[in-house]
């Protein structure tokens, strides 16, 4: 079987830097904790447990350390966390995608010159929380079109409309939706900035796998499946290619690829790890 990689699958910078920054951390005697899982890929999750890294995931949680060393994940986390962290005298180690932190300062900056926020995303996304929680006036998260109309036609937003807004994304939006939302509020008036955060990244990872998708007979996506960047891998392959699988290791595989389905397409998330692209691209080739 044909079989075409993607030349971007796999970890990103962001992601690899994070990973790197916890196992550089396992071993030195103290105890490791991480803000949130430091990525979204429940394998490397639970290799970092087996090294006896922890997850805490709330304020009250970190209220109950007194000791080890927090590392900040690669999605980010509001002021707020670092303020707790800091309190309970813990070591911390932030491993925040620098892209991330760009966002941070933009909103901070932005929010502090009385600018309202208009964060392009997922309301219940890690990335998006954390952003929202640098925000020092009021936030708004739009997700869909439907919110966007919803809220540049709310009575409430229309006599806000002429202060200053600032506009930024998530870092892993889909591009094409980012534009198609921003437009929206542009036609009905809302004065302000616009600052396009989805990371080069993210853009040439989506770019790519359209391409690769529209020119062969199926496509496998891989990636877990709370990562935000896979789920629009996917939506963006099965908008070009019908027969387009979501898997989260090679396990998830259970397919039966006729000859006319070669060549075959393969991508991942920016939080999958080689060994299992590998994986996967191996048994396609000898298997089908």
């Given at each position: ?8 699958a ?7 830097r ?11 005697g103290?105890?490791i904790?991480?803000y ?5 890929n429940?394998?490397?999750?639970r290799?970092l447990?087996?090294r006896?890294?922890t997850?805490?995931?709330?304020v009250?949680?970190?209220e ?5 060393t ?15 962290v800091?309190?309970q ?7 925040t995608c620098p892209?991330v ?5 933009i909103?901070?900056k932005e ?7 208009i964060?392009?995303g997922n309301?219940?996304?890690p990335e998006v929380?954390?952003?929202?929680g640098w925000?020092?006036?009021?936030t708004?998260?739009?997700?869909s079109?439907e919110?966007?109309?919803t809220?540049a036609?709310?009575p409430k937003?229309?006599e ?5 807004w600032c506009?930024v994304?998530?870092?892993t939006?889909n591009y094409n939706?980012?534009k ?6 542009l ?5 302000g900035?616009v600052?396009n955060t989805?990371?080069?990244a993210?853009?040439?990872?989506q ?6 998708a529209?020119?062969?007979g199926s496509m496998i996506v891989i990636?877990?499946?709370h990562?935000?960047?896979?789920r629009k891998?996917y939506e963006i392959?099965?908008?070009?290619c019908?027969d387009?699988y979501?898997?989260q ?6 397919l039966e690829l ?5 060549p075959v397409?393969?991508t991942a998330?920016?939080?999958t790890?080689n ?9 396609v080739?000898?298997?089908?």
């Amino acid at each position: 079987m044909e079989v075409t990689v993607a030349k971007s699958a796999g970890f990103c910078f962001g992601v690899k830097r994070a990973v790197e920054k916890v196992y550089e951390q396992t071993g030195k005697g103290k105890k490791i904790y991480t803000y949130g899982p430091i990525i979204h890929n429940g394998e490397v999750v639970r290799d970092l447990e087996k090294r006896g890294v922890t997850v805490v995931e709330s304020v009250k949680e970190l209220e109950r350390l007194h000791e080890g060393t927090v590392v900040i994940r690669s999605h980010g986390v509001s002021r707020e966390i670092y303020e707790a962290v800091e309190a309970q005298g813990l070591d911390c180690v932030d491993a925040t995608c620098p892209f991330v932190k760009r966002i941070h300062k933009i909103v901070e900056k932005e929010s502090r010159a009385g600018k309202r926020i208009i964060i392009i995303g997922n309301p219940g996304h890690p990335e998006v929380e954390g952003i929202r929680g640098w925000a020092l006036s009021e936030t708004a998260v739009i997700e869909s079109q439907e919110e966007a109309k919803t809220f540049a036609d709310d009575p409430k937003n229309l006599e806000n409309k002429g202060e200053e807004w600032c506009i930024v994304s998530q870092t892993t939006f889909n591009y094409n939706k980012f534009k198609e939302l921003v437009e929206i509020f542009l036609k009905k008036g809302y004065n302000g900035i616009v600052v396009n955060t989805i990371c080069n990244a993210t853009e040439e990872r989506q770019t790519e796998a359209r391409q690769i998708a529209s020119q062969v007979g199926s496509m496998i996506v891989i990636g877990d499946t709370h990562s935000s960047n896979t789920r629009k891998l996917y939506e963006i392959c099965k908008e070009e290619c019908g027969d387009t699988y979501f898997i989260q290791t090679l396990d998830d595989l259970h397919l039966e690829l006729p000859k006319a389905a070669s060549p075959v397409g393969i991508t991942a998330g920016a939080s999958t790890p080689n060994n299992i692209i590998e994986e996967v691209q191996n048994y396609v080739r000898i298997n089908f």
